[in-house]
């Protein structure tokens, strides 16, 4: 089911502010009437997830499955090849996404935890969507531009240029009409949403097979890593969320700072300071403004302290339940099979339907 709102949702070229509209508008329909959505979300396996990970998306996934949304988590074993050119250690981040996902309070009861390659018909997806957008399309996708040029790999292979339209098979196999993600995936969702909307005309001679789903844009301000930069694995500037207190106080301890004594909450002015101010006050509950206030002149290190303080006490559970679920791989491995039935049960349904109304069932 398409949301059908007040908003204006003309064009691709409407910008970010309408978006972020329309994400305020979806927040209320979700709170008052969550069994109207299902969720599509998901991540690349490429190893352990950090704060940045779990302030951006886990956090805002656990509260709307919490609110009664129904979820499906991709775990994408085909994306992660598009960037890197080996498969190996893939078992392991798969299971380690699990039990990230379990650790935060992702619930497999009510969340269908799935892997990409495990479920042929929404791979099958991909080749009539394929027919659906161009060539000049696919290479206009700036957030596609972004990673080849980040992948400093000497070629780029299909499977990159081509993601856009296979991530628009992961969120329409299961007809999801809401899928949170962060601005750097915005440039996808517009791909998807053409895709619904020419299938259904070209092929659905208009009925609505997809519906063009929408972006929830996550309201979590960026947070950088203890460099001052992005927070990301491969800068080695990222808390781990699996990672010991003692790994997480060294780390903070590393954090870059300023020559200002005095904390204040300045993101533009002062973002390595005020990301720190900002991680204590995430995993505090506070305003970042109060935190930095109370530490006024009291300077970086204790600043420092306030972090890995707050930081460490806010895993502590997280961490505990993570260690839990590692001894037992079995779980791990029940989790993904079940969800990878469930998520195959739906995709088998939807390719017939797909072959159906392209006169391709026989
Ligand atoms: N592209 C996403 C990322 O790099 C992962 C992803 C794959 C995804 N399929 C998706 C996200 C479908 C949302 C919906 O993080």
Redesign the pocket.
């Known amino acids: 089911m398409t949301i059908d709102l007040d908003v204006d949702h003309s064009s691709p070229s409407d910008g970010l502010s309408t978006v972020q509209r329309r994400s305020a508008v979806l927040e209320e329909l979700v709170h008052r009437d969550p069994g109207r959505f299902r969720v ?5 396996p490429t190893g352990r997830l950090h704060l940045g990970h779990y302030f951006g998306t886990l956090h805002n996934r656990v509260r709307l499955q919490n609110l009664g949304v129904e979820m499906l988590v ?1 775990i ?1 074993d085909y ?1 992660v090849l598009t960037d890197r050119d080996v498969a190996d250690r893939l078992t392991e981040h798969v299971e380690d996404l699990v039990l990230d996902y379990l650790a935060v309070g992702v619930d497999p009861q009510r969340a269908t935890i799935f892997t ?1 390659s495990a479920i042929p018909a929404l791979n099958q997806l991909l080749l009539p969507f394929l027919s659906l957008i161009t060539v000049a399309e696919l290479g206009r996708n700036p957030t596609v531009k972004e990673e080849i040029a980040q992948s400093q790999q000497s070629s780029v292979s299909g499977l990159m240029f081509t ?1 856009p339209a ?2 628009a098979a ?2 329409l196999f299961c007809k999801a009409n809401l ?1 949170p ?1 962060g601005q750097d ?1 915005l440039p ?1 969702l517009e791909v998807t949403r053409t895709i619904a909307r020419r299938f259904n005309s070209r092929y659905g001679g208009g009925l609505e097979i997809f519906p063009e789903p929408d972006a929830l844009l996550s309201a979590a301000p960026l947070l950088l890593g203890t460099d001052g930069t992005k927070m990301s694995k491969s800068r080695g500037n990222a808390i781990v969320l699996a990672s010991s207190a003692d790994e997480t106080a060294r780390s903070i301890r590393s954090a870059k700072t300023d020559s200002h004594r005095h904390i204040s909450y300045e993101p533009a002015t002062r973002p390595e300071v005020s990301s720190l101010v900002l991680l204590a006050a995430l995993c505090l509950g506070r305003d970042p403004r109060q935190v930095a206030e109370d530490l006024g002149g009291r300077g970086a290190a204790a600043l420092k302290e306030t972090v890995t303080e707050a930081v460490n006490a806010y895993l502590a559970p997280i961490r505990e339940r993570r260690a839990l679920y590692a001894q037992d791989r079995g779980h791990i491995r029940k989790v993904l099979r079940d969800g990878n039935e469930r998520a195959a049960a739906i995709a088998n349904t939807t390719l017939t339907e797909v072959r159906s109304t392209m006169n391709a069932l026989y």
Do not use: E, P, S
């Open positions: 599509l979300t998901g991540d690349r991709i994408a994306q990409h993601y296979h991530q992961d969120i899928v993600v995936q996808h």
